[in-house]
């Protein structure tokens, strides 16, 4: 395990991740030639997705051999649509490196990486890619991040030049400059730069270590020995984020980065503890190379020509073709088909996988992404992965009716890759909504259902469920009388209707005495009103939180019937709905919304404009926290709405808290839009 390194890099779009680990490849030789994201021909981004949007949208997997180390490197897309790649990437890996542009301002994708895996166990550092291109400053860059995060990186690679100038690197560490990996002179005027990076690192390491603390207030200095081994012990236990510059198209301190993943960042070796469940309690597992097999699909990907790929990091023992095993999350037991190593789209076969290492797997009948594979018979699996709550709604149907049954399994197939998207039937508007994280991770599932299956999808603004109630009582009565030759129809029943405190749903009551309705239509009146409240009476939705008491009525012996008195049934609550002041109720949803101090204003004035309530404010870091509740009518906008208010910085995360009442201007709108559809 010691010569190994799992690497994920994630961050800013466009910062040029792909192209990086592209140029690391070839420096490699694990290629024989350097693709171009522009020709859609590089190693990462190879499904027909990415090669149209010029842009990563799926985990890319690769590997290549450097100075005796494995290194595993994994390649995120930028988006937050795409969040659960980046979780993913998170858990394979020892160590995130967030790329960032270094001839950019500040990048919303950057900070919206930051903020998803800041709780993560990863050791964390930078990478400022593009320090050729025009407008580059490395220094600014990392004002930027410290400026917008409440990180303090450090500069471990800082460049010689920038833009058409950027001529290689200096290693603060060693206190020596290269290019490609070749020793060079630092150039004379960056002797007080260097100097000044070199008392920045020294503090930074100092601080990780009370020994070396204590050395370094007696003696204002360390050893080239005590800085090489306090810098690791520092980037390992993440006192201290290390910062890289480079270029990828022009392959100027790549090399040089390859060189600080293989000294600087952490083997599994080194990071060998995780957090498990074990019979639902959290413990310890050390990480054995000869101990029980205890790995994690941390990938699902369906291939049309292959079947289903599962890609795993293994942690602790091997496995190999044919292995039994057991998937905790499904309490299954699976087995291992073929084990390879991955390299983007390509797969070498390997007769085993190790512990430290990361592969494929294919044709496993059950686990999935974020399911654990463990010995047989261990019930023991890692914590499960906090997922981002849903923004964003879309109702979805096959816009042919012929692929109406192909649809579902479609769907769920698709759902296995990406699992913060959730597919539910809402039995009361009688659709299915995907819920998920941004429009773009919608939209390439509409599209991932046409080319891999063939599927045209229609998507739609998800109907609001509303409910119907009432705000008085009213005391009814309805005669159902019809003569038409031969037997007729008659019943007549008397309602007492008052309204529920909410939630507490419908009540029938029978205070019929005396044989007054017989006791055998009873349950006809009770099933006829079932039937009405379930479909609704203004707006075709379900009612809620009223009572019925049936109190009196007349029959007749040969005309009366259990359809006739359902019949009379529903006329009498309908005409309650006419005398007791109906009213519509509304899904109420609790949201927290976290944005920069400077949209503040514009942001509470959006919410009251959209019927929100703030509950409460408070800060975070740089951030502020709005409390606060909104209605989902309003809530379904809110994604893009938010984005554009806050040039894409602010977030939200909500939950469903309660229902209440429809002001009547509103209330008279959708009742219209719902009659009108009918």
Not at 48 to 67: C, H, M, T, Y
Not at 417 to 438: A, C, F, H, R, Y
Not at 560 to 570: G, L, Q, T, V
Not at 610 to 617: C, E, L
Request: proline share 4%; aromatic share 8%; net charge negative.
């Amino acid at each position: 395990m010691k010569n190994i390194r799992n690497i994920a890099f994630v961050g800013a779009t466009g910062a040029g991740k792909t192209s990086l680990i592209e140029q690391m490849l070839f420096n490699a030789k694990a290629t024989t030639r350097i693709g171009k994201i522009e020709d859609g021909n590089t190693v990462m981004d190879f499904s027909p997705e990415e090669v149209e949007r010029q842009a990563s949208v799926i985990l890319g997997v690769g590997n290549f051999d450097w100075k005796k180390c494995k290194i595993n490197i994994l390649d995120a897309p930028g988006l937050v649509d795409f969040s659960s790649e980046q979780l993913s990437a998170s858990i394979a890996t020892e160590s995130i490196l967030f790329v960032a542009n270094g001839a950019s301002e500040f990048d919303v994708t950057l900070e919206k990486s930051i903020e998803l895996l800041e709780n993560s166990t990863n050791v964390k550092g930078f990478v400022v890619n593009r320090m050729d291109n025009e407008g580059a400053d490395f220094y600014k860059a990392l004002e930027g991040i410290r400026e917008n995060t409440d990180l303090n990186p450090t500069p471990i690679l800082i460049p010689i030049g920038s833009e058409h100038r950027f001529a290689g690197v200096v290693d603060i560490a060693k206190g020596k400059a290269f290019k490609n990996g070749k020793e060079i002179e630092i150039p004379a005027d960056m002797n007080d730069k260097v100097e000044e990076s070199r008392m920045e690192l020294m503090e930074a390491v100092a601080e990780s270590d009370d020994a070396l603390l204590e050395k370094y207030f007696e003696s204002g200095d360390l050893s080239k020995e005590e800085m090489s081994t306090g810098l690791k012990k520092a980037i390992n236990n993440g006192s201290l984020l290390p910062v890289f510059a480079t270029s990828a198209t022009n392959d100027i301190g790549v090399i040089d980065l390859m060189n600080a993943i293989v000294e600087y960042l952490p083997s599994p070796a080194e990071m060998n503890e995780i957090t498990v469940q074990n019979d639902g309690k959290d413990e310890i597992l050390k990480l054995d190379e000869n101990g029980d097999l205890f790995a994690y699909v941390f990938k699902s990907f369906s291939d049309p020509k292959v079947g289903d790929i599962n890609y795993v990091r293994v942690f602790s023992g091997s496995m190999s073709s044919g292995t039994d095993v057991y998937i905790p999350e499904k309490n299954q037991k699976d087995r291992i088909g073929a084990c390879y190593t991955a390299l983007g789209s390509s797969r070498t076969e390997v007769s085993e996988l190790k512990a430290g290492e990361i592969g494929a797997l294919v044709k496993m009948k059950v686990a999935r992404s974020f399911n654990t594979i463990a010995k047989n018979g261990k019930d023991i699996q890692l914590k499960a992965v906090e997922m981002p709550t849903p923004v964003f709604w879309q109702s979805i149907k096959a816009a042919n009716q012929h692929d109406e049954d192909k649809i579902g399994s479609a769907l769920h197939k698709l759902l296995d890759e990406d699992p913060t998207l959730t597919l539910t039937m809402n039995k009361e508007t009688s659709e299915n909504v995907i819920s998920g994280i941004g429009e773009q991770q919608i939209s390439l599932l509409k599209k991932r259902l046409k080319s891999r299956y063939k599927i045209e999808a229609e998507l739609h603004t998800p109907k609001v469920p509303y409910k119907e109630s009432l705000a008085g009582s009213a005391d009814v009565q309805y005669k159902h009388k019809k003569q038409s030759g031969g037997k007729g129809q008659y019943a007549e029943v008397y309602f007492r209707v008052k309204s529920r405190p909410g939630g507490e749903g419908f009540e029938f009551i029978n205070s019929v005495v005396g044989g007054r309705i017989p006791s055998k239509f009873i349950p006809a009146i009770e099933k006829g009103l079932k039937e009405i409240v379930g479909k609704g009476i203004v707006s075709g939705n379900q009612i809620v939180d009223i009572s019925v008491d049936v109190y009196d009525g007349t029959f007749h012996d040969v005309d009366s019937s259990e359809m006739a008195f359902k019949i009379a049934a529903w006329g009498a609550l309908k005409k309650a709905f006419e005398t007791a002041k109906p009213i519509l109720l509304e899904p109420v949803h609790k949201v927290q919304i976290i944005i920069p101090d400077e949209y503040m204003g514009d942001v509470m004035g959006d919410i009251s404009t959209r019927r929100g309530r703030i509950q409460g404010m408070e800060q975070k870091g740089k951030k502020q926290i709005l409390n606060a509740e909104m209605p989902l009518m309003e809530l379904m906008g809110y994604y893009p709405a938010l984005k554009s208010l806050t040039q894409g910085r602010g977030k939200f995360t909500q939950e469903f808290a309660h229902y209440e009442q429809v002001p009547s201007d509103i209330a008279k709108k959708v009742i219209a839009g719902a009659n009108k559809e009918d």
